[in-house]
């Protein structure tokens, strides 16, 4: 399967200027492309504002979604802020080229940016199939999380969209290396470059890891660009098979 990362500044609170952006990176993707990841909250930057910028879902941003994958003929994922029973939701959106959509609300909010004071956390997991590959759904702060994000034999691949800042750039490329190793799956991480309506920095750095924690491909920081890895199951099931640590992994319930 071929994947595409979309590493792109974004317009702070402008949603009209983010769909027109994208649409225009969306026309250039290469041909044979089966996923693309566009950055977390990639309408409006990671914004507080959910009151005055929320949509009541299913709005405008996953109708252009599931009309950019019917389009183009590729499945596409990124967050937007949803509204649902009066709440708000940084929700993921994974559209198929058929139209249709499954979702992932934000487990983990970024309580040091208030998010949790703005938004309601979600309580499901998800993983979503696409061209035989078995999916887990993540975004941002959740990369701090292994309980949440540990493999139990369930996913292939894991997808995370974010506006993780530069001042963490440490942390948010050692953390996706360890996801890859300790779970022995392929990751794939969208991340925003640019300056945010709070004046924070973000670097980018996207990339996708191969399940032993090699980058095989890296977008340059502070630049934007699309990244493209074809990933390999057969190369999946020769590392899980040679090196079989599920095998001796600890069991372990989730509360809420």
């Known amino acids: 399967m071929k994947i595409a990362v979309i590493q792109s500044k974004l317009y702070w609170e402008l949603p009209d200027k983010n769909f027109e952006q994208f649409e225009q990176k969306l026309t250039g993707i290469e041909p044979g492309t089966h ?76 309580r040091m940016a208030n998010e949790d004071a703005h938004y309601t956390s979600g309580t499901q997991r998800v993983i979503v199939t696409h061209e035989g590959w078995r999916i887990l759904l993540a975004v941002c702060y959740d990369l701090r999380f292994p309980v949440w994000l540990r493999n139990r034999n369930d996913y292939d691949l894991m997808i995370l969209v974010a506006n993780f800042p530069e001042r963490r750039r440490y942390a948010w490329n050692s953390l996706l290396v360890a996801r890859a190793i300790e779970n022995q799956v392929y990751v794939a991480a969208c991340n925003r470059v640019g300056t945010d309506g709070n004046q924070i920095n973000h670097t980018g750095d996207s990339q996708i890891i191969d399940p032993m924690g090699q980058i095989i491909a890296q977008a340059k920081p502070n630049t934007e660009e699309v990244i493209y890895s074809s990933i390999d199951k057969d190369y999946l099931h020769s590392v899980r098979s040679s090196f079989p640590v599920h095998l001796d992994a600890d069991s372990f319930e989730i509360k809420l």
């Open 35 to 110: 996923l693309v990841l566009l950055p977390e909250m990639f309408t409006t930057g990671f914004s507080m504002s959910p009151a005055s910028l929320a949509e009541r879902h299913p709005g405008r941003t996953v109708e252009w979604m599931k009309s950019m994958a019917r389009k183009h003929g590729f499945a596409l994922a990124g967050s937007y802020i949803a509204e649902t029973d009066g709440k708000y939701f940084n929700r993921m959106v994974f559209a198929y080229p058929n139209g249709t959509i499954e979702t992932y609300d934000k487990r983990h909010l970024f």
